[in-house]
């Protein structure tokens, strides 16, 4: 048989042949269970299954996506597919460690994801066309962090900057820039105590320390300062300077606790000095100034208790002033003295109205309640007059009496 009838034999017997598989499976038996496939799962979830296998390949730099490539150097993508392209939900890798996982669109990232970059900085919210776009959360090696609106790729609207060292920055940003700052934040400032200007970095023991709120490079809100020298001031802060409620201690132990104003003690609050003495009541500019109690704790006044007017630090104008012993003066004051119209109790029952100058009684009447009982008995008692400071009826007995206040 010449070779061209050999193969025409050999062709017409290969169509009469049945085909099988290599385990010896027909035909038919292999079409049964494709179609029993058909009936029970759809051939899309099928088809879908396996391109979700099926993985692209895509040269760095460019936007086309192949069936093969070189895991070492093209980016390489599993999941859901379409039309050649990540389409749906899935994952892209660099072998350089850069990576997105989320929401895909015609080969673009597209949707909700996440995105690490070759230098694993995170970037984690939404997308659009493959470029960040809506809310973004980044966070990079460093400890920077922003929060905020994105829109092709650039920081775009409101957001706020999250600094390493626990401070933060609140702001407005157009096409990347931060073009308005509405609040900064700092746990920390320091104060040179020669310049008296705030700064981000300093040495607490040379430097005045703060803690608390900041906007614009200075304390503002809430915070806590504490000099080297043991200063400290723990309340509510305006551009740098104590402004409304709060404490402040210095470091001989005095402490005051109520409202500022401008940086000083102005209002109501509570003053504890070094000796032991106590002052509660108003301040102006930082000084005692309008209605208080003044208790003093040391020294000859021990135990006195001054309660009436104040102005710029003194006595000055209606008060009573009671002393440890029991004696009592009520009346008008002048530049912290009694001065002015008063009247002044003794413990043995003697009493002085009228006027006093510089603490002493100058002009009126003295009276003692007990004077009767006292000339029955052939006592001489103390009633009279004092005119220019001298008592008439028996100025040896006023020495006794009548003592500096």
């Given at each position: ?31 049964l ?11 899309h ?32 993508y ?21 990576s ?10 597209h949707?909700?994801g ?20 809506g ?21 775009n609207g409101?957001?706020i ?6 401070s933060s920055?609140k702001?407005?940003?157009?096409k ?35 803690e608390g709120e900041?906007?614009?490079g ?16 723990d309340g509510?802060?305006k551009e ?13 132990g ?31 500019k930082?000084l ?5 109690d003044?208790t ?18 003194r006595?000055h ?7 440890s ?30 006027e ?6 100058w002009?009126?009447r003295?009276n ?36 500096k206040?």
């Open positions: 048989m010449s070779q061209g009838s050999k193969t025409r034999s050999g062709t017409s017997h290969l169509i009469k042949e049945k085909p099988t598989s290599r385990n010896g499976s027909s035909f038919p038996f292999l079409a269970i494709l179609i029993v496939c058909w009936m029970m799962v759809p051939c979830q099928v088809f879908s299954n396996e391109l979700k296998n099926l993985a692209l390949y895509q040269e760095t730099g460019t936007n086309e996506w192949e069936l093969q490539g070189d895991e070492d150097t093209h980016w390489v599993r999941g859901e597919q379409q039309k050649g392209k990540p389409h749906g939900e899935g994952v892209a890798i660099h072998p350089l460690g850069a997105y996982s989320g929401d895909w669109k015609d080969g673009l990232y949707g909700k996440i995105f690490k970059s070759l230098n694993h900085a995170s970037f984690q919210g939404q997308f659009r066309d493959g470029k960040k776009h809310h973004i959360e980044f966070q990079d090696p460093s400890g920077n962090r922003f929060s905020g609106r994105f829109q092709n790729n650039r920081r409101p957001g900057q999250f600094f390493p060292d626990g920055l702001g407005i940003w157009e990347g820039r931060l073009v308005e700052e509405l609040e900064f934040r700092n746990p920390q400032l320091f104060l040179d105590l020669k310049s008296r200007h705030w700064k981000k970095e300093g040495n607490p023991e040379k430097d005045g320390h703060y900041i906007k614009d200075k304390p503002e809100g809430r915070g806590s300062y504490h000099s080297p020298d043991g200063f400290s001031y509510t802060w740098g300077i104590r402004e409304g409620m709060g404490l402040l201690k210095w470091p001989d005095s402490k005051y606790s109520g409202e500022f104003q401008k940086g000083k003690r102005h209002g109501r609050g509570k003053q504890i000095f070094k000796q032991g003495h106590v002052y509660v009541g108003d301040f102006v930082g005692r100034d309008g209605l208080g003044f003093y704790g040391s020294g000859s006044s021990k135990g006195d208790r001054y309660i009436g007017d104040y102005s710029k630090g006595r104008g209606e008060g009573t002033y009671l002393f012993d029991g004696r009592k003066y009520v009346g008008q004051f002048q530049k912290g003295r009694q001065s002015g119209k008063g009247r002044f109790y003794w413990t043995n029952g003697v009493m002085f109205e009228g006093f100058v510089n603490g002493k009684p002009q009126g003295i003692d309640k007990y004077c009767e009982i006292l000339e029955l008995k052939g006592f001489s008692c103390h009633d009279g007059i004092v005119e220019n400071g001298v008592f008439k009826k028996d100025p040896g007995s006023l020495k006794s009496l009548v003592k206040n």
